[in-house]
C-alpha cells in the first residue's frame, strides 16, 4: 500500500524567510497530493493540492511542486508570517479508492 | 452546515473498557475516514468508508471496528480499551473523485488508564 514520508519533523524559521517542507510516496498509482495545515486544538484543514498532471501550483505565498518521476512533492511557503505557524500534513491518494495517506507531519514555527 | 461533527470531545475510559466514537456529517459525502494522531507520528488511517454498506481497513485498523449503515454516520468503536490506544481520533469525509478536500472534525481527545 502506499506509504508517505515527510520530512522535517520540526522547522524553525525567522519571519520573512521561506519554509521548504517534503514529501515523498511509494504508490506510483497515487495521482492527488493535498497539503493540510493544523492548527492547534484542531482539525486539518486543506491548504492546497495538486494533481499529477501539473508540475507546480501556486497560491499568493504557498506553491506546491510535484515529481512524478522521484515520486516527491514539496510544499513552500514564502515570506513567513507568525500565523503561519502550525503542523502541516502532505497526503497522497489515488482518484479512485478512498484512502487518504498522510505523512508524519512537520511543526512549523515562524519566530518574529 | 456543520460540516464534520464528532462526539465525544474529551473521554477518559479505564482498561478494558468499551466505547463508540460518534461521527456524523451534513454534506452528503461518500467517503468518510477514522484516523488517529500521535505525538510525532502524523495522521494514521485506521477505518475507511466509500459509501453506505461499505467499510474497509486502513494502517491501523487492529483494536478498532466501524460501520455505515447511513450516509451520514461513521461511528468507531473500540471494544476493550488498551492504554495504547490513548490518542487523538478525527473523523473526516470527502466526495468521490480526484483532488477533493477532505473536511476534518475537531477531534476526540482519548485517554485510556
Known amino acids: 500500500g502506499e506509504n508517505v514520508e515527510q520530512h522535517p519533523s520540526t522547522l524553525s524559521v525567522q519571519e520573512g524567510d521561506s519554509a521548504v517542507i517534503k514529501c515523498t510516496y511509494s504508490?506510483?498509482?497515487?495521482?492527488?497530493f493535498p497539503w493540510y495545515k493544523q492548527e492547534l486544538g484542531k482539525g486539518p484543514q486543506l491548504i492546497i493540492d495538486?494533481?499529477?498532471?501539473?508540475g507546480e501550483k501556486k497560491d499568493q505565498r504557498i506553491a506546491v511542486t510535484l515529481n512524478k518521476t522521484a515520486k516527491h512533492f514539496s510544499l513552500h511557503i514564502t515570506e513567513t508570517q507568525p500565523e503561519d505557524s502550525a503542523v502541516y500534513f502532505c497526503a497522497a491518494t489515488k482518484e479512485k479508492g478512498g484512502k487518504l495517506i498522510f505523512g508524519q507531519g512537520t511543526e512549523l514555527s515562524v519566530k518574529p | 452546515n456543520a460540516g464534520v461533527t464528532q462526539t465525544p470531545k474529551f473521554r477518559i475510559l479505564k482498561i478494558g473498557q468499551s466505547m463508540t466514537l460518534q461521527c456524523a456529517q451534513d454534506?452528503?459525502?461518500?467517503?468518510m475516514y477514522w484516523y488517529r494522531q500521535d505525538p510525532g507520528m502524523g495522521l494514521k488511517l485506521i477505518y475507511y468508508s466509500v459509501g453506505a454498506g461499505i467499510t474497509d481497513k486502513g494502517e491501523v485498523p487492529n483494536g478498532y471496528n466501524v460501520s455505515r449503515s447511513t450516509t451520514e454516520d461513521f461511528p468507531l468503536r473500540l471494544e476493550l480499551a488498551a492504554p495504547s490506544q490513548t490518542s487523538v481520533y478525527f473523523c473526516?469525509?470527502?466526495?468521490?473523485?480526484?483532488?477533493?478536500?477532505?473536511?476534518f472534525g475537531q477531534g476526540t481527545r482519548l485517554t485510556v488508564v
Open positions: 454534506m452528503n459525502h461518500n467517503y
Open positions: 473526516a469525509s470527502s466526495l468521490p473523485g480526484q483532488g477533493t478536500e477532505a473536511f
Open positions: 504508490d506510483s498509482a497515487s495521482n492527488y
Open positions: 495538486i494533481r499529477s498532471n501539473v
